[in-house]
């Protein structure tokens, strides 16, 4: 089993809210008696925040989302539905998959990753690193024609700037399409690709295709970078540590098991 990042950060960040709800949990509404508190919902909210970080609803939203599941509930009770096969798997998978991510908490908390591990991977891996900038601009359409037409007037003398502003679909139009100064590791490959394979100041000559669109670029230069410091990638290092930590412990329980698989 392999133990993914966003799975440990979710787990951290459900660690975190455990520590909250413990100092206050008090009624947030009451519905036909039964009351509902300030932890379920803030449970609530970091499931929400898990599934879309950048979809936050206010408050008022959050409660009533709650009440609505509360009568849900009700109503699932009133018809039995408990009792159903299709509920009690449900509920079986639920707290398997509930008591594995506190078991992995436990594990995380009684297992921290130490400062100089942590200094020791980022001096291995990130620390002495050589780095490459690059510098470029585009021009970014949606269709492969118009990009076509874009490099036949960039062929016939027309300014790369003046045709990403009238042309680009992409936030740098307004500046001329010019991206500054980026590591290759932060655009999509068929991008950074594009521009390493360039010479300075001259553009592809034919379009590049990528997620967003159909690119022109020109390359502006190239230059030697610095890494990222240790802070601004210390968070990144925990993570990955505590997962190889996590898959470790989790392999030496598989050792000491008795595991017959019985189905495929």
Same mark, same amino acid.
């Given at each position: 089993m392999k133990?993914? %990042?966003a799975i440990i950060a979710s787990i951290l960040m459900g660690s975190i809210a455990q520590q909250t709800f413990a100092e206050d949990n008090a009624t947030i509404a009451t519905v036909n008696g039964t009351k509902l508190n300030?932890?379920?919902l803030q449970f609530y909210? %970091? @499931?929400r925040r898990q599934i879309d970080p950048k979809n936050s609803a206010p408050m008022n939203q959050l409660v009533d989302d709650i009440i609505n599941m509360q009568l849900l509930k009700e109503e699932a009770l009133k018809n039995k539905l408990e009792k159903t096969d299709d509920f009690k798997a449900r509920m079986n998978f639920i707290n398997l998959s509930m008591l594995s991510q506190v078991a992995m908490i436990n594990f995380l908390d009684n297992?921290?990753?130490? @400062? @100089? %591990? %942590?200094?020791k991977e980022y001096d291995s891996k990130?620390?002495?690193?050589?780095?490459t900038e690059l510098k470029a601009s585009h021009i970014l359409v949606t269709e492969e024609a118009t990009a076509k037409e874009v490099i036949q007037k960039l062929s016939k003398g027309n300014k790369f700037a003046d045709l990403a502003k009238e042309y680009s679909t992409g936030p740098s139009a307004p500046k001329g399409g010019d991206l500054g100064w980026f590591s290759p590791q932060r655009m999509v490959p068929e991008f950074s690709q594009a521009v390493l394979a360039l010479k300075d100041n001259t553009y592809t000559k034919q379009p590049v295709q990528t997620q967003f669109g159909w690119h022109i670029i020109l390359r502006g230069g190239q230059r030697k970078g610095t890494p990222p410091t240790f802070e601004e990638v210390k968070s990144s290092i925990t993570a990955t540590l505590e997962q190889e930590s996590i898959q470790k412990h989790i392999n030496e329980l598989r050792k000491k098991a008795d595991i017959k698989i019985t189905k495929q």
């Open positions: 133990v993914k %990042l300030q932890s379920m909210a %970091l @499931e297992n921290p990753i130490a @400062e @100089e %591990l %942590l200094k990130i620390g002495k690193m050589d780095v």
